[in-house]
């Protein structure tokens, strides 16, 4: 470990906070429908697209109509999506595929539309060996944007359905992914994509560059539009990279610089997000709760994350290799991670990534130690709560909150009520019904994948052997596609690699059409959970509170929340995970 | 319900000019005008003929008279056409044995010319650990100082030559304290070669 490390640590999460406490009021003034300093630009494209769109925004939506929007307008973009995708040789004449890469088969076709869909952008292909710059740009970026539009105006339905004083309106579903994408992904997408070519990243269209290097070893590097899909790709936490390595890949993220302006973005929504929902319900202090819950549990997995990786693993060890930090070497376990980003920029990267929904990756996870790699597990058995993807973190976490308020009011003997409004056994059914979805599924999902040969074909042994790492492959592929994250232990390929330099991925249809399946299954049952919740509460009416009222905005409720969270990803997935990492990080048995 | 369809319909069209199409396009004109070289992968010619990206790490062959880069997960090596990770698993035997194969190749190429003789306890971490995207394009400054030894041999140059080259081709942290420093293998060699056109 070194000073820069912790450094880089501390200094991230004071710059997030910083940027994320005014972003926050930016996003609730958006979604209020107060001036903000974009209006003059925005107001002109946001009439236009209500006009051809044929969308009247001042026609109000209850929950049903909200959610029926949102799944048509998710049914029309996967069409879509796999349509670009499976046709996209007949785009050739365009001049955006310049390698002249045929379409991939149709089950690496449904997984990948399925998976950037529901913002997980797990990806079982390589970007630079399958994709054309048309599927770059017209399919995968757009739904980049569609994705992180919807998860985030789901969390805004939520907050008015909390906020509500009457009635039974969430909004427009159309008006707020229009904002959404106008006052927010837009204009922010496009600074971003301009600062990461400023320092080096890519930007172009040109054919791959092949040459002859100075010792004459016949070289190809490759190229394309990528900074405009990285930003989105980050700011949306997405994830999904345009090269098979992803954020480690130089030109997605070139320089020390890149890899901390990166991880900001990453994190910017989410934590505004969190914020803007104390303005918008009227009390910041409840905001603060919830921003310190998820910040205490983000500290402690990067600074678990930060002391595994710079102790070195048993592989390095037993190989001989000295892995103390020495002059002008970081040492630690630097296998699958690059040199500019060193342990800390690594292990930082890795727990931004696995708390949100993004999945970007800019080193190896598969390579982590032992109890490296049991941080993102530990990630993403909380579900998605601390941060989490866009919109999806605050609607996830709200959920939680509820069933925390629930189980405090039975501690104390009285009904349960949250901002005033009284919860009752219809929310609570709703909460833990949206709560249980997505475990449940990646246990079902890992258990079908390990106990049959189709499933175990993805485990690629000759590189991974075999132990308790082919579990953790499995499982981590599973609990990672229900999480709508996307990171993975990439040796669980779910590919037979490449044929020629054209033809794409050659799936596993096992594991495409599990992995899809659970992808969507566990990205909008809990949108229709949280949703119901949000309508249930519309309509309640608000009580004063009074002298038995449970706080849900000092230190003993974030305590409480932080043990339901904790509680409830233990209890669902303690048994699996010893099975996997921490069977590896207790010991120092090779396999 | 139709009309839901209709205006999801316009609406994912319309998203795909925009954000598809008009994005990266303006994106694109914006770089190549304002970061050219940037934009296009900063691109190294030597006397006009393409060798290499800046900030792509290539193989050179293991050949004593270069700076050599970080093992590579890729097929062949430091192949950007094609990058992946390694998946080495960290308890894992076959980790271990590729590991000790990095290292064992690291000391027979330095060995000879590194004052003491190397041990496997002297190799830094990044000279025998794969790199992440296959294709780094940096190695440490420890690494560099140890190879140091063998291009000043080789190449019949001064030490002191060598680490003045390093140190004029190692970027530093980002900010100060974001990543660690790192020295370019491809710039660095062109300099050395440069140094040879000039005596």
Known sequence: ?591 | MRKDIITSAIGMLVLTLVCGFAYPLLVTGISQVAFHGNANGQQVFVDGKLVGSKIIGQSFGNQPQYFQTRPSGTDPADNDAATSFANYGPNSVITEKAIAANIKEYIALNGKYYPGGLRAADVPVDAADTSASGVDPDISVLNADIQAYRIAAVRHLRLTTVHSLISKYTSGRGLGFSGEPGVDVLELNLALNRLRADK
Request: charged share 10%; net charge neutral.
């Open chain 1, 1 to 591: 470990m070194t000073l820069s490390g912790w450094l880089t640590i501390f200094i991230f999460v004071g710059v997030v906070t910083a940027l994320a406490i005014p972003l926050g009021s930016y996003l609730a003034a958006v979604y209020s429908g107060e001036r903000t300093f974009l209006d003059p630009l925005m107001r002109f494209p946001e009439r236009w697209a209500y006009r051809i769109m044929r969308v009247d925004p001042t026609r109000e939506q209850n929950w049903k109509q909200y959610a029926k929007s949102l799944i048509i307008f998710s049914l029309a973009g996967w069409l879509l999506l796999y349509l670009i995708l499976r046709t996209q040789s007949l785009w050739s004449f365009t001049g955006l595929n310049p390698m002249g890469f045929h379409s991939p088969p149709a089950n690496v076709v449904f997984n990948t539309a399925s998976s950037f869909l529901t913002n997980t952008n797990w990806q079982y292909y390589g970007g630079e060996t399958t994709m054309t710059y048309f599927s770059q740009m017209a399919g995968l970026t757009v739904e980049n944007y569609a994705s992180a539009a919807v998860g985030i105006v789901v969390a805004i339905a939520l907050i008015r359905g909390i906020a509500s004083r009457s009635g039974s309106s969430l909004g427009n579903f159309y008006q707020d992914v229009v904002r959404t994408i106008l006052w927010i992904l837009l204009p922010f997408s496009f600074v971003i994509s301009l600062v990461l070519v400023s320092q080096g990243s890519i930007q172009n269209f040109s054919h791959y560059l092949s040459f002859h290097g100075i010792q004459h070893i016949a070289q190809t590097i490759a190229m394309g539009p990528v900074a405009s899909q990285e930003a989105i790709k980050m700011l949306g936490t997405n994830g999904g990279g345009f090269f098979n390595t992803n954020s480690a890949h130089p030109f997605e993220n070139p320089t020390g610089f890149t890899n901390f302006f990166e991880m900001v973005v990453v994190l910017l929504i989410p934590a505004a997000l969190v914020f803007a929902y104390g303005k918008m319900v009227g009390s910041r202090r409840q905001g603060y709760a919830i921003y310190s819950t998820m910040m205490v549990m983000f500290l402690g997995a990067v600074i678990v994350c930060y002391i595994a990786e710079a102790h070195g693993s048993p592989a390095q060890h037993a190989a001989g290799l000295h892995t103390a930090v020495r002059a002008g070497s970081t040492g630690g376990n630097l296998e699958g991670k690059e040199q500019r980003f060193g342990i800390a920029g690594s292990a930082l990267f890795d727990v931004i990534t696995t708390v949100t929904s993004c999945g970007a990756v800019n080193s190896s996870i598969e390579s982590f130690t032992g109890i490296g790699g049991a941080v993102p597990f530990a990630n993403l058995s909380a579900s998605e709560v601390i941060f989490g993807g866009v919109g999806t973190g605050l609607y996830s976490i709200l959920m939680y909150v509820l069933l925390a308020v629930f189980l405090g009011g039975l501690m104390v003997g009285r009904t349960p009520e949250y901002l005033g409004k009284k919860i009752g056994a219809r929310e609570i059914k709703l909460v833990a019904l949206g709560i249980l979805i997505t475990p449940l599924s990646a246990l079902f999902c890992t258990a079908l994948a390990t106990a049959s040969s189709a499933g175990r074909a993805s485990i690629d042994t000759a590189v991974t052997g075999s132990g308790p790492q082919a579990f953790s492959e499995t499982f981590y592929a599973y609990l990672s596609q229900a999480n709508n994250n996307g990171s993975a232990f990439a040796g669980y390929t779910g590919y037979d690699g490449t044929v020629g330099n054209a033809a794409g991925s050659h799936g596993i249809t096992f594991a495409d059409l599990l992995g899809g399946g659970a992808m969507l299954f566990a990205r909008y049952a809990p949108i229709l959970f949280a949703l119901a919740v949000a309508g249930s509460l519309a309509g309640k009416r608000v009580s004063p509170a009074g002298l038995g009222t449970m706080r849900t905005d000092n230190g003993t409720f974030v305590v409480l929340l932080i043990g339901v969270i904790i509680l409830v990803g233990a209890l669902t997935f303690f048994p699996a995970l010893l099975l996997g990492p921490i069977v590896q990080g207790l010991t120092g048995h090779l396999y």
